[in-house]
């Protein structure tokens, strides 16, 4: 009756109001306010409200503390809200729209403790509010917080915590209604709480009061969420975060770095653009000295690209610099971060970023390494081949393949590994046209990604060929042999798979397993058995997977490498039927029919490529092309025009077509008169792969092999030379390939016509424009004749295998005087310059294959080795380049005696910095296989004179003796010349300490002065060299090394071919080097770059004016040895070498002989600085000549004119090599010490000007008169790859 009578009453009718006045008194009495009862209480409550809006604006009640009771009271009612299905509910909800309607609350800003009130309303709205609650409710609710907020004198600290407390991640989580109605409450009171805030975080963040409020502690949890509801609440907040990003307390920075991470990277943010200090603040944490920090910077930018695209520029920089973090885990997470990026839109990452993720694939650390190439591999797959962002996303990406394939040259076996996984997952996947999409890959790729997919095929391949051969001797009866060969086979399939140590004991218990389970091993044999399909293969790995598994441990180790095995010798793409699907694209690509130009691929392209391809295959998987069909497009291939093309027909039936014979008479009717033809007119490769495929499987090989040689030997003219060639490559190959039946028949071959008439005459005239190289297009098809033509010398002598007729010694006499003379072998004249240069490289190439075979390396006298190592400083680049990488392939393969890897020291004159460091990269090489090799074979012992590479001192030592520079004994300058082809040898040797081999070396320097030179052992002058440039060995090993002293593990042998055996009682005690030479080569200032000198002398002969050529400048490249693989060797320009007078090699490129990926030494990994990139090549090696020393490489010297004194004509001053003459004051001094040199015949080896220390040879072209003009400074700079 009351409650409905105040409901009623309204604000105008006074006498009511009076009338009631009592009442109204009455009901804020104790009785009322504290009655037990719920529901009076709450009827009370409305009573009390209704009382407030009828007697409003003044209240009936006067007293503060009645005031402040009441509303104490009516607030504790308002908890009944809570509950919607009360039955009250109703009257609970009227009274909370009273009050808001009213906002009877601001009576309370009268009462000097309303804040208390206020903080209980608030915390009691805030605790009542639910997901049952209406819109109407949430809406009272909040007039009547935001009346009190707005129309109030400020917000208490108190107060402000009752609203932000609900927006803390716990709290939100408990009550989200609450943190939805303190957003809303914000967003409404935004100008007048805004200060409030502001004044909060001033005296929690700058004062560090933390104190003034439990919520000190969740100020960053706070700013985020105030940042999301308006960043309009913390406009003076932001510069309050600038100052904490630049606290001393790293886990103070980190906690603001992980906020503005969340606030600059939320999607719809803009506070990069609004607050652009803050924002440079923020970026300046990238390079924070504090780990976690820069972590967390990075962490953020994956966010940062994915929501605002445009802040992409800005964080370029600073990613770049951290994809050089010392930090691993911060390298690894740049390369998350831009491939995250990446994968959800490739246009989020610029080609900056991305190359940043290139350049982690070489970095030293496996886990980044990893990551980088797994990402790569992903964005390939997703943009590439299922192409989900269109071409221009694709042509973006393209090059990850490629860089992938290239990690394969690394030495790491984890790299190589994953390489593999990855072209079996992310290349080539498991698609529908999966041979369609390796046919169109194969063709798109660089030259070196293709050597690299050539290599990893090749390794399968032979990983597969030992597990053969596991198997093979798992078939024989047990043996101390047969034990020690499968040890030895475990080993090296062991270092085959990853962490080889690990990987020795599970492959030991694999192999015991295998010897227990006949089916596991019948299973085995099916896995890499030639006919294996790649379906079968899955099962079969699925089926011994399941057999070693052991359901008890679920991690199992022995297992995991078991499938490293497994996967790596199964069949994943090839088998016959891939290899039918390869050979119908080609088919297709002929006919037209193909999609070669949607691929991206020309036909011809696509045709050379996809038989290529079918090439390699033929190699590793013979017999999954015997089928008619694949034969029949063979044959259509090897009748077209391209001539590639042909010779990789040719080449795949030489590999493959075994059964043709008996299995396909067909195609053995028609094969036969194409290779006939080929052999007889074709290319000259087309010829060489001709006659080594009827060799290979024509039962009748020496009727048919007679057919093509009868006819060739007889129709030789010299006066057609074009028509020479292919003749000269069929015989030469059929002379090697059947000695018995044509060793004889070629003899007078040879006599009669290869040396009389050929290399004996000189018919044509050359062109005398003074390159000393030119391509192959360029040279005279005379001395291609000839160049063939001591290559069939060569053959035929290798199919012989004997001496017996004595013609190995002509043969050898030969190509020595063919240097001697510098290639100009009637000494006529008539001959060009770039053609002495290539029938230089023949003879001395030639040389060197005859020493591969054991008979005819015994006849090679110690003079003609010396011509042939001379050839490595030849004066042309070209020689000196592909002679050295000729030496090195045959030293890898163990084909060339110990003493051939002596030669590699003359590669310290040369004044190209990049054939320095390849040669140094070589010999690296060449050790660690020789190490590795008396390593894993146990019989290598016997043959340790031959195999230790500590014995290539006695050869190094006699090869510089006989230097034909090394002329005066005393000669300081000489001596250290000497002095640095030793360190460019002993420093690789002295970089470990191995069974003593410093002492061992030093032995045998102090053993070789106890013999005399064989090579000359009466001549005393000869001998002096001899011991000379012992103790100038011995003074570099007693320098380098501390452990030299100790005592040598075994007395060295010395080679008899080159010292005579010790005599008794000769003592050599004397040093022939003085303590002061020793003291300038061991401290004196480094030489300038050396100059190479006059080149290929002959031992003893008559004098001849020697060709005097001026200079040019050597513009030595900074690159590092281990450069990446992408500069390739057909990027090569022949800017390389910069030259006075003809710029020769800009015009005209050399081609470069590649060695296989296998071979290479490329860098490890790449990490933080540049230079640390070129640590590889840059170690100390002695004393370092001037221009690479002073790092002045780039820097041209302007050379000075010279004059020369030209009265004598017979006379000519002889430029040295290694290093410039000493200056001389101008006068006649200088004029009569050159003049007063002894003539001396021969070739000169490239010489520098001797006023431009640091300047390349005349890089290969002829000079102008030295009196006609000053030398001009080159300007090209070398771009050398060195990774071959």
């Known amino acids: 009756m009351v409650v409905k009578t105040f409901m009623d009453m309204d604000q105008d009718s006074e006498d009511e109001k009076q009338q009631y006045l009592p009442l109204a008194l009455h009901l804020a009495s104790e009785f009322f306010l504290r009655n037990p009862n719920k529901d009076v209480r709450l009827l009370v409550a409305c009573c009390l409200a209704d009382i407030f809006r009828i007697y409003a604006p003044e209240a009936p009640y006067t007293s503060h503390d009645k005031l402040k009771d009441i509303f104490l009271f009516i607030t504790r009612q308002l908890k009944g809200l809570e509950d919607t299905k009360s039955p009250q509910f109703n009257r609970y909800f009227y009274l909370l729209e009273n009050l808001a309607w009213v906002k009877s609350y601001n009576i309370c800003f009268e009462l000097e403790d309303c804040n208390e009130i206020f903080i209980q309303l608030f915390r009691t709205l805030f605790s009542v509010i639910n997901n ?99 960043p309009h609440l913390l406009l003076s907040v932001m510069p309050q975060l600038e100052f904490k990003l630049k606290s001393n307390d790293g886990e103070e920075r980190l906690a603001v770095v992980r906020l503005l991470a969340k606030l600059f990277g939320s999607k719809d943010s803009d506070l990069a653009t609004q607050n652009r200090p803050l924002w440079q603040c923020f970026l300046g944490r990238f390079n924070d000295i504090h780990v976690p920090v820069r972590l967390e910077s990075v962490k953020f930018a994956s966010h940062c690209l994915m929501n605002h695209p445009d802040l992409a520029k800005d964080l370029t920089e600073y990613l770049k610099v951290r994809s050089h973090d010392p930090e691993e885990a911060i390298r690894h997470d740049v390369i998350v971060t831009i491939i995250t990026a990446g994968k959800r839109d490739l246009s989020l990452v610029n080609d900056q970023l991305l190359g940043f993720v290139r350049e982690r694939t070489l970095d030293k650390r496996w886990r980044v390494r990893k990551e980088a190439m797994m990402g790569l591999a992903q964005l390939y797959k997703k943009y590439c081949l299922h192409a989900e962002a269109g071409k221009d996303a694709a042509e973006k990406v393209s090059w990850i393949k490629d860089k992938l394939l290239h990690i394969y040259y690394q030495n790491s076996i984890d790299d190589k590994l994953l390489v593999e996984k990855i072209f079996a997952q992310y290349l080539v996947p ?21 050597k690299a997919l050539n290599e990893m095929w090749k390794c399968q391949n032979m990983l597969r060929s030992h597990v ?69 293969a899955d099962v079969c790995v699925r089926e011994i997977a399941r057999k070693l598994a052991n359901p008890k441990q679920p991690t199992n180790p022995f297992l995991e490498m078991v499938k490293f ?189 290869i040396v009389k008439d050929l290399l004996m005459n000189d018919r044509s005239t050359g062109e005398k424009n003074g390159k000393l190289w030119s391509p192959d297009e360029e040279v005279s098809p005379e001395v291609l004749a000839k160049v063939q033509a001591i290559k069939l010398l060569v053959r035929w002598l290798l199919g012989m295998k004997n001496n017996q007729s004595k013609s190995a010694n002509s043969t050898l006499r030969l190509l020595s005087a063919m240097l001697v003379s510098e290639g100009d072998l009637t000494e006529q004249k008539r001959i060009s310059k770039s053609d002495m240069s290539r029938l230089r490289l023949a003879a001395g190439s030639a040389i060197m294959k005859l020493a591969q075979e054991p008979c005819y390396h015994e006849i090679i006298t110690p003079e003609q080795f010396q011509l042939c190592a001379l050839v490595i400083n030849d004066e042309c680049y070209q020689v000196r380049q592909i002679f050295a990488q000729k030496l090195h392939k045959a030293l890898v393969k163990l084909l060339l005696p110990l003493e051939y890897m002596a030669i590699f020291a003359l590669c310290a004159k040369d004044p190209v910095k990049e054939r320095r460091a390849h040669a140094r990269q070589c010999l690296l090489k060449n050790i660690s296989i020789r190490r590795e090799y008396i390593k894993q074979n146990p019989m290598a012992n016997e043959k340790l004179l031959s195999l230790l590479p500590e014995y ?28 640095e082809c030793l360190w460019f040898m002993l420093e690789v040797l002295m970089t470990k300490n191995e069974n003593n ?124 040895v281990n450069s990446e693989l992408s500069s390739s060797a057909g990027n090569r320009s022949s800017s390389d070498i910069s030259e006075t007078g003809v710029s020769e090699n800009d015009e005209n490129p050399v081609r470069i002989i590649s060695v296989t990926p296998a071979k290479t030494e490329p860098v490890k990994n790449k990490e933080i600085n540049s230079d640390q990139a070129t640590q590889g090549n840059s170690t100390e090696r002695g004393k370092k000549r001037t221009a690479t020393a002073s790092g002045t490489e780039n820097i041209h010297q302007k050379p000075e004119e010279k004059n020369v004194d030209e009265t004598g004509p017979s006379l000519a001053a002889k430029t040295r090599r290694g290093r410039p003459p000493k200056p001389e004051p101008q006068g006649t001094t200088a004029k009569n010490e050159e003049t007063n040199k002894p003539p001396v015949r021969g070739r000169k080896r490239a010489a520098v000007s001797q006023e431009s220390p640091g300047n390349l040879e005349a890089g290969n072209a002829k000079a102008p008169k030295q009196q006609d003009a000053a030398k001009k400074p080159a300007a090209a700079q070398r771009q050398i790859d060195l990774q071959r």
Do not use: W
């Open 997 to 1120: 081999s410093h002492a061992f070396m030093k032995k045998m320097a102090e053993n070789i002065k106890l013999t005399r030179d064989a090579q000359s052992p009466d001549e005393p002058k000869a001998n002096e060299k001899l011991y000379t440039v012992c103790d100038v060995a011995l003074c570099v090993i007693n320098s380098k090394s501390a452990l030299c002293n100790a005592d040598s593990p075994k007395d060295p042998v010395l080679p008899t071919k080159f010292f005579t055996q010790p005599e008794k009682d000769f003592c050599n005690d004397r040093n022939y080097i003085s303590e002061e030479t020793r003291v300038l080569l061991l401290t004196g200032k480094p030489k300038p770059t050396g100059v190479l000198g006059t080149v290929n002398k002959p031992l003893s002969a008559t004098g001849r004016r020697p060709y005097i050529r001026t200079t040019g400048s050597e513009t030595g490249s900074n690159i590092s």
């Open 132 to 230: 049952s609650h209406n819109q109407k409710v949430q809406m009272h609710m909040l007039d009547l917080m935001s009346s009190i907020i707005m129309e109030g004198d400020g917000v208490t600290q108190e107060l402000l915590d009752s609203i932000l407390i609900n927006l803390i991640p716990a709290h939100k989580n408990l009550n989200k209604q609450a943190f939805d109605l303190a957003k809303v409450l914000l967003k409404r009171t935004v100008q007048t709480i805004e200060p409030c805030i502001a004044n909060f975080f001033n005296q929690v963040l700058v004062l560090g009061k933390s104190s003034v409020s439990d919520l000190s502690e969740h100020v960053f949890d706070l700013i985020q969420e105030l940042f999301a509801i308006d």
């Open 468 to 536: 053969r051969e596991l198997l093979d001797l798992h078939k024989q009866p047990t043996s101390e042999a047969n034990s020690a060969a499968m040890f030895g086979k475990l080993m090296t399939i062991a270092k085959n798979l990853p962490d080889p140590g690990k990987a020795q004991d599970f492959v030991k218990k694999f192999n015991q397993v295998l010897g227990d389970d006949e089916k596991l091993r019948s299973q085995l044999e099916l896995l890499i058995s030639p006919t294996c399909s790649c379906k079968q």
């Open 952 to 979: 290539v001192v006695p050869y190094m030592i006699h090869l510089l003796a006989h230097d034909p520079d090394f002329t005066k004994p005393q000669d300081v300058d000489q001596l250290r010349d000497v002095k």
């Open 430 to 450: 498991h698609i529908e046209e999966r041979m369609k999409c390796l046919y169109y890959l194969y063709a798109s790729l660089d030259p070196n990604a293709v």
């Open 565 to 753: 095995l497994l996967e790596r010798i199964a069949p994943v793409h090839i088998d016959s039927e891939a290899i039918s699907a390869l050979v119908k694209l080609m088919n297709k690509s002929i006919e037209g029919t193909a999609d070669d130009e949607e691929e991206g691929v020309s036909p011809d392209t696509a045709i050379r490529a996809g038989l290529e391809l079918l090439k390699v295959l033929s190699f590793t998987h013979p017999t999954s092309f015997h089928s008619a069909e694949t034969y029949e497009s063979l044959l259509q291939c090897l009748r077209m025009e391209d001539d590639k093309v042909a010779e990789a027909a040719i080449q795949i039936f030489r590999n493959t077509g075994h059964k043709i014979e008996t299995d396909l008479p067909q195609i053995r009717s028609t094969l036969i008169p194409i290779l006939h033809q080929k052999a007889k007119r074709g290319t000259p490769h087309q010829a060489k792969q001709a006659v080594h495929c009827i060799h290979a499987i024509f039962s009748n090989k020496e009727v048919q092999l007679a057919q093509i040689f009868e006819p060739l030997s007889r129709s030789l003219n010299a006066d057609v030379p074009e028509q020479l060639i292919t003749p000269l490559v069929s015989l030469g190959h059929i002379s090697m390939l059947a000695p018995d039946q044509f060793a004889s028949p070629m003899k007078s071959v040879v006599a009669n016509f």
